[in-house]
């Protein structure tokens, strides 16, 4: 176990619905990544979250938004769900932003089908 | 577009065999390089990291680095069937954490 904790565990939405997701990084860790990772294939950076500001952005459209609050924790918001959303998305955290050694400790995921 | 190339596999071995694992980046600007394991319909879980040439050590777990060929493998000594999972390498460059991670190689390691 990471300590990360995402939830919820799986969720079902339709087309046009709008879906937050949520994540608690673990104890010590400032930072907080989100990662796409669709059905055979590989994560794909979302963004990333540094003391409560995004510190840099992957290939997704604005309506992938995002927040930090004061304890780390981390939400992700998507609005106009379309059915390439479904995926595994992923909540990564980190204790420092810009170290690119430093480890990246992945949540269990939450599974979102889009319909 | 930075990118990381990985077989899909699957790579099947017999239990007790090495198996090894292969990954390109794109990028020569990468500095970081991780192997994660993922069982299927769970988070990728770190195996190993490395950062300079040559090899690392770990347990059964060995990866090596070539930066001059922009490749980066992991060797698994005495495959069990409980390796049997999805192997994901992910490079990132200096003063950046953004992993750019290959498509995954799943390995099969039969009894």
């Known amino acids: 176990e990471t300590g990360v904790t995402q939830s919820p565990t799986h969720l079902i939405k339709t087309r046009g619905q709008q879906v937050t997701l949520r994540c608690s990084s673990q104890s010590g860790h400032n930072t907080v990544s989100w990662y796409q990772q669709a059905l055979g294939q590989g994560p794909q950076f979302i963004f990333q979250y540094y003391r409560e500001e995004e510190n840099g952005r992957g290939n997704f459209p604005p309506r992938f938004s995002g927040l930090q609050f004061p304890n780390y924790s981390s939400e992700l918001n998507v609005n106009a769900l379309e059915l390439d959303d479904s995926a595994l998305y992923l909540c990564?955290?980190?204790?420092?932003?810009?170290?690119?050694?430093?480890?990246?400790?992945f949540g269990p995921g939450t599974r979102l089908t889009v319909l | 577009q930075k990118e990381v190339e990985q077989n899909s596999g699957p790579l099947s071995v017999p239990e007790g065999a090495i198996a090894s694992l292969n990954c390109t980046y794109s990028?020569?600007?990468?500095?970081?390089f991780f192997w994660y394991r993922q069982y299927s319909g769970k988070s990728p879980e770190l195996i190993m990291s490395i950062y300079s040439n040559g090899d690392k050590e770990d347990g059964r777990f060995t990866a090596q680095l070539n930066k001059a060929s922009q490749y980066v493998s992991l060797l698994i000594r005495d495959s069990q069937p409980s390796d049997s999972a999805t192997y994901l390498c992910?490079?990132?460059?200096?003063?950046?954490?953004?992993?750019?991670f290959g498509t995954g190689t799943r390995l099969l390691v039969s009894p």
């Open positions: 990028d020569r600007g990468s500095q970081s």
């Open positions: 990564a955290s980190s204790r420092r932003s810009g170290i690119s050694t430093d480890t990246q400790y």
């Open positions: 992910a490079v990132s460059e200096e003063g950046f954490q953004k992993l750019v």
